[in-house]
Structures are given as C-alpha cells and as structure tokens.
C-alpha cells in the first residue's frame, strides 16, 4: 500500500544535539512538506519542496534544515539553533497538476522531546 | 492577513447528539478548503475537500458544507468512535501551502 513513512516515532535529543527526522514516501507525489504541531496551535509550515534538489522556507524555518536529493525522500535536521525543539512533527506529500488542487496526505508523526 | 479559526475549541456530545463544528476563514480567492480528522498521537487522516460556496461533501455521518466565508461539519448520530480532533484547512492564494486551524476537539460519551 501506498503511503507516507516517518521515523523514529519517537525521538529524544540532548541541549546542543542535532538530529534528522526521517520521510519517506511512495505515492509518487511531487510536493513534500514539514510541519510542526504544537498544543493549542494550528500546524506550522517549516520547510516544503515542490520538486528535487529545491526547497523553500516555510513560516517557522529558524533551525532546522532539510534535504530533498530523492522525490521520495524529504529528511528534517532540527539543529542546536532551534531552541525550543519539543513537539509533534508531521510530515506530508501532495501530487502537483496544473489547475490541479490535491489534499495532503500526512505520515504518522515524530514526537521530539528536548531531555 | 489570510486566516483560519475554528469553533469550539471543544465539543462533548452524548452518543446520538448530532452538532456542527465550524470553519470561519479569510482567504481571498479560495482555491480549497480541507477537513482532516487527527487521532491522539497520529498524523491527519484526510476526510474532505470542498471547492466552492454550496458544495457539500458526505461520508458515513459527517457532512460537510461551504459558504463564501465558512465551512460546517456537521456530525450526525455520532458515535464514541467518531471521538477525534477535527482540523480544517485552506489553500493559501498561489501557493500549495495550506493555512490550518487549530482544530475543534470532540469527544463523545457511550
């Protein structure tokens, strides 16, 4: 079955430690995106790639980086940069047509805690 | 600035008490607008996509509408299982990013 796969599902990281957040998927889609949810707060855009080898920044990109070298992969470095990393970070793809308009379809979650 | 707010921030229901949930936005020429339902601990399961004023959307006890300036989602009968956190989303204008809600919390009793 077709889908999104994000890793660890859980994941902890020391003061001063970067760690990257596995996405991968195989729908064949062309966008990927980064999210971060926070309590009481509407999911944030980090980073999106509409296609290889590009990116752009989202709206809370301040310490994190990514990559995008695969179609079917989109990895998310959260650095020693971002200070207040604890959160639930989503991951999400979407096919890309002309006059076309695709929902999301989301992976399953990485809960990263700062300890 | 374009935005999205949903209300209530919580809903309890008895099992059977059908309700709406609401998705108000302010976003110029909206190209779609999204509702997701997210389990605790689980990325958005998506549920609909509406495109225009008028247009409604059915799935097992959830409908969902579209005005000019708003969405419902309206939960008929529900049922302890349809206990969730509901999300709605726009298109931002040019963009393929999308404008999230900070989502409307349901439970429902037995």
């Known amino acids: 079955d077709g889908g999104i796969t994000q890793s660890p599902k859980y994941l902890f990281r020391k003061e001063g430690q970067n760690v990257t957040l596995s996405c991968e998927q195989n729908l064949n889609h062309d966008a990927m995106y980064w999210y971060r949810q926070d309590p009481g707060q509407g999911l944030r855009l980090i980073y999106y790639s509409q296609i290889v080898n590009d990116f752009q920044k989202g709206d809370i990109a301040e310490g994190y980086s990514v990559s995008r070298e695969k179609k079917e992969s989109f990895p998310l470095t959260v650095t020693s940069a971002q200070k207040n990393p604890t959160a639930f970070y989503l991951c999400a793809s979407s096919m890309m047509k002309i006059g076309g308009n695709y929902g999301y379809t989301f992976g399953s979650g990485t809960r990263l805690t700062v300890v | 600035e374009d935005q999205v707010t949903q209300s209530p921030e919580a809903l309890r229901l008895q099992e059977g008490e059908s309700s709406s949930l609401n998705c108000s936005y302010t976003?110029?020429?909206?190209?779609?607008l999204f509702w997701y339902r997210q389990d605790p601990g689980k990325g958005p399961e998506f549920l609909f996509t509406?495109?225009?004023a008028g247009e409604e959307k059915e799935k097992e006890r959830l409908k969902a509408t579209l005005t000019k300036k708003e969405s419902f989602l309206h939960i008929t009968a529900p049922k302890p299982e349809d206990s969730a956190t509901y999300l709605c989303a726009v298109q931002a204008p040019g963009t393929y990013k999308y404008i999230f809600g900070t989502g409307t919390r349901l439970k429902v009793l037995a």
């Open positions: 509406l495109y225009s």
């Open positions: 976003v110029s020429g909206l190209r779609g």
